[in-house]
């Protein structure tokens, strides 16, 4: 593709170097690909085009595909035409993911779920600044997630996607595959051990977006204290104390025993029982067992 838009004295990868600058701000678009972009690109225009032959009445009308085949005969024109619109909508993505508590490229349950995300922002434009359009957005957004839909065959969902989604916000009409396609179990929760696992990523999402906050400082962890205090997930019954106590590796590794604290609060944690280090904690908090009460803190609760 490079060679052939050089041909037409386009410097693709001069291009890519633009657009990734264009990405730096957000760090959740740190892995985003050039590959990615032409992808979302290729899915976004054959859409177009399909729209605009069907609304002509052409007899062959294209498909919706973001397949290598079709990602290798993106035309320049077509590329030219809905580059802005792409990357803008990349953008946009971005933008969503840090209000739903994903900050960056680690926790980001599915980098392939972007290419749709994409192409949907960039047909959807402003429309998406309405709150029941960007709640739509979100719950298609989320069962993709937990419903782990986009480990494989990502090709054709993506090609669902882009038309049913836009379809659904614009015009109210049935609900995406995608939606009804998801299926989360709570015996999940029980097998979610490593980031490996897009479900893993997004109950740590949901844990933050639950207006948690750091056991130490009781500072509320946000898009600011997320790096500024080096928050990750931890084990709340540490590792160490588990294994002496003869418990599971599969029981003590789940997501059901872990919760996002500082890197400083985790290493007063260290390999002790709750009953000795929330002890040390409220010694260096430098509260009273009333002030450290549960009621205190807000309850959570996860809204899959």
């Not at 298609?140 to 989604?165: I, K, M």
């Not at 500024?228 to 997930?233: T, V």
Request: glycine share 4%; proline share 4%; aromatic share 10%.
């Amino acid at each position: 593709m490079t060679a052939s838009f050089a041909s037409d004295e386009f410097d693709l990868k001069e291009d890519w170097g633009k657009i990734k600058d264009e990405f730096k701000p957000y760090k959740v678009l740190s892995n985003t690909s050039n590959t990615d972009v032409i992808q979302a690109i290729t899915l976004y225009s054959t859409f177009k085009n399909r729209a605009e032959a069907t609304s002509s009445g052409l007899d062959s009308i294209p498909a919706v595909s973001a397949k290598r085949k079709e990602m290798l005969n993106l035309t320049l024109s077509d590329y030219k035409q809905y580059r802005d619109e792409i990357v803008s909508g990349f953008i946009k993505a971005a933008k969503i993911l840090v209000e739903n508590c994903i900050y960056n490229a680690r926790d980001l349950p599915y980098a392939t779920q972007l290419i749709p995300m994409a192409a949907i922002l960039a047909k959807l434009g402003d429309k998406i600044d309405n709150i029941g359009n960007k709640n739509n957005f979100i719950r298609w957004y989320w069962c993709g997630v937990f419903g782990e839909l986009y480990g494989s065959a990502n090709e054709t969902r993506y090609a669902l996607d882009v038309a049913q989604v836009t379809e659904w916000i614009e015009n109210n009409s049935d609900e995406p595959k995608t939606i009804y396609d998801a299926n989360f179990s709570p015996s999940r929760l029980h097998t979610l051990r490593t980031r490996n696992s897009a479900a893993y990523k997004g109950v740590y999402a949901i844990m933050m977006a639950d207006n948690i906050r750091d056991w130490l400082s009781a500072t509320k962890i946000d898009f600011s204290t997320y790096f500024s205090e080096s928050i990750d997930i931890h084990h709340i019954f540490p590792v160490a104390w588990c294994i002496k106590n003869g418990i599971q590796r599969i029981d003590f590794d789940c997501i059901i025993n872990k919760t996002p604290l500082s890197g400083r609060t985790n290493r007063i944690v260290s390999g002790d029982a709750p009953s000795k280090y929330l002890e040390r904690l409220k010694k260096h908090a430098g509260v009273t067992d009333a002030e450290s009460a549960p009621k205190h803190f807000p309850k959570r609760k996860l809204m899959i």
